[in-house]
């Protein structure tokens, strides 16, 4: 058996733990996490739209401490400022001079948590840090970790208090995952597992157990997997014809008579990473058109907008791009 089968079997079973891992504590969501795995693998940063109490920051703690990545959480409101996410400059008495306090973003994995709630100054300068990666304090201009992710998570924006995010934020999310409730058969196993957590003792006293307390520090792999994983990413196959295909399909929203936004190439850029990902956690070398339709509406969806018309006459943007990729394979 050659090196690099052996190394693409290891790989493919690193993915796997992953995900089993995952499995072991958060039900039903195994198409976030082969979304985050993506995420991970080409630092793409990752949106989850949904409605609160669907595990998603179990998830992402879960996959954190999976990986041996540092992980920090930011719930964000309408009172957060920039620097209670960035940091900031702080007097130092004794001295005379200031230091650099690091806010949490200096980390792997940022979840910002119901990051629609937050006002636009704050949305703004934590979607600058993850476009340069870098954060300017005074003087200084400091690089973030590396890897470093951002996975937020935003209310639908028909609840109060939300702001909606701007399409030039929203394009620079490589993904946006929309969340649903669970089918009745895991929604029964999520109780089955919460039944039997029991009290946890401590100090004297004791706690009813939850779902983070299952999470445990023991990393799947190394660092050095998780890397190896990235550079295989980069080597999956692209042909021709299948970058043409995500072309078109690019294309094709910017010319819908439907639509009034279309994507960037930004976009175009996104779908490739995204599939060679899907492709390398498949267990393949190569893309298909499958990665693609899979991943079509994670990529496309938050960066396209309906024409006022299209929106009085009951057209959804689902709609819209269901009816692009037909034409396009036809």
Request: net charge negative.
């Amino acid at each position: 058996m050659s090196n690099a089968s052996v190394s693409n079997d290891h790989l493919s079973s690193y993915l796997k733990q992953i995900r089993e891992r995952v499995g072991e504590i958060v039900v039903g969501q195994d198409v976030v996490v082969e979304r985050t795995l993506i995420s991970l693998l080409t630092s793409g940063h990752l949106l989850l739209e949904g409605m609160p109490g669907l595990a998603k920051t179990l998830l992402v703690n879960t996959i954190s401490k999976a990986i041996h990545l540092d992980f920090r959480r930011v719930q964000f409101t309408i009172d957060l400022l920039p620097s209670d996410i960035l940091g900031t400059e702080i007097l130092d008495e004794k001295s005379g001079g200031f230091r650099t306090h690091h806010g949490p973003i200096f980390t792997n994995l940022l979840l910002a948590d119901e990051i629609n709630r937050a006002a636009p100054k704050v949305q703004g300068a934590l979607l600058e840090a993850m476009q340069e990666r870098k954060v300017t304090l005074g003087n200084q201009t400091m690089s973030l970790p590396t890897p470093f992710l951002v996975i937020a998570t935003q209310n639908p924006i028909e609840q109060s208090g939300t702001f909606e995010l701007p399409e030039a934020q929203l394009d620079r999310f490589m993904l946006c995952h929309r969340l649903g409730y669970p089918a009745a058969k895991d929604e029964e196993e999520i109780l089955r597992r919460n039944l039997k957590l029991g009290v946890q003792k401590k100090d004297g006293g004791a706690v009813a157990r939850t779902e983070f307390d299952l999470v445990t520090d023991d990393a799947v792999g190394t660092p050095e997997d998780l890397v190896a994983a990235m550079e295989a990413t980069h080597d999956i196959h692209v042909s021709e014809v299948f970058l043409k295909h995500v072309v078109d399909i690019v294309e094709r929203t910017r010319k819908h008579p439907d639509l009034e936004l279309g994507c960037s190439p930004r976009a175009g850029i996104a779908l490739l990473k995204a599939s060679r990902a899907r492709a390398l956690i498949h267990g393949r070398d190569y893309a298909i058109s499958e990665d693609l339709f899979a991943l079509a509406e994670d990529v496309i969806l938050h960066r396209i907008r309906l024409s006022y018309e299209a929106l009085a006459d009951g057209k959804t943007p689902q709609q819209i791009l269901q009816q692009i990729l037909e034409e396009s394979i036809s």
